[in-house]
């Protein structure tokens, strides 16, 4: 085919969206609002695992050192630690530090804690996060092999939770947008196929009268792939204004979930790019290819 053919075809496409705007409008809010269901479902997923990293880096072993360590003993232990595998970061802990913090956390204790005189009963430790909570248990057996560490302490009840609410959110999610896409599928087949059966005397008058197959489906593909280009952007500033409305109500009055890691959340601004092009991508190639298959019934004449 020609590029002049091509370029008329594109332009009746083009018209067509406009000729059938009544059928073009119904497909449009059907690509719309599945977009929007699929979208948001992946975007609520992606979210409340990032909420359970935020937790996860709450999430501390502490590794308690001897009481005769020295500072070059102390620094020994530091390098070890940084040199594991599953250690995300380490933080020291001096026994002074330790005593002062406790001091000021139990202040009605005054008295107690002046009777000590200089004497503390604290010990030095280091404070480790780890990258991967599911080998907590591995972590802790490495960290007991190195020298000059007195005892553990890891959230081991804690790091179990939260792994089997992992798996959860993972398989309940993954079953939910596994779900919303195929019923977003047959929607969208079903108003596809009712736009075009709609026109079906158009494609039959064009058939007998010689037109190639390829001549017949190019309109209904660029008509397609524009109503779903719309879609999808409408599509991204609807998720943009809602998903900054949530975050802002959730992170100005929900005090607790910024607590436990509503910081965690990942802004729109960061993903907006990624979220568009998902949108605009997904809702073309389905209105375009949704409109070329539901004419193959039409062409058979």
Known sequence: MKLSGVRYLTKQGFDNVWKNRMMAFASFCVLLVSILLVG??????????????????????IVFLDEDITKQQTDEVGKKLKQMDNIKSISFYSKKQAFDDMKSSMAEYEEIFDSLG???????????????????????????EIDHVYRIRAPYDFVNILSEMKKIVTIIATAII?????????????????????????ISIMKYVGA????????????????GIIAGMVATLITWMGYDAVVELLTKEVNILNIIGMGSIIPFAEIAFKVAGLYIIAGALVGAVGSVLSTRKHLNV
């Open 178 to 202: 596994v779900a919303l896409a195929i019923v977003s599928m047959v929607i969208i087949s079903n108003t596809t196929k009712a736009s075009v059966f709609a026109r079906r005397n158009e």
């Open 40 to 61: 948001l479902s992946i975007l609520f997923y992606v979210n409340l695992n990032s909420i359970i990293g935020g937790i996860e880096n709450k999430n501390e072993i």
């Open 212 to 227: 190639t197959n390829a001549f017949i489906r190019i309109p209904f593909f660029v008509e397609g792939m524009i109503t």
């Open 118 to 144: 200089d004497d503390n009963p604290l010990i030095d430790s280091y404070r480790v996060k780890i990258k991967d909570i599911s080998q907590t248990d591995a972590t802790v057996d490495s960290l007991n």
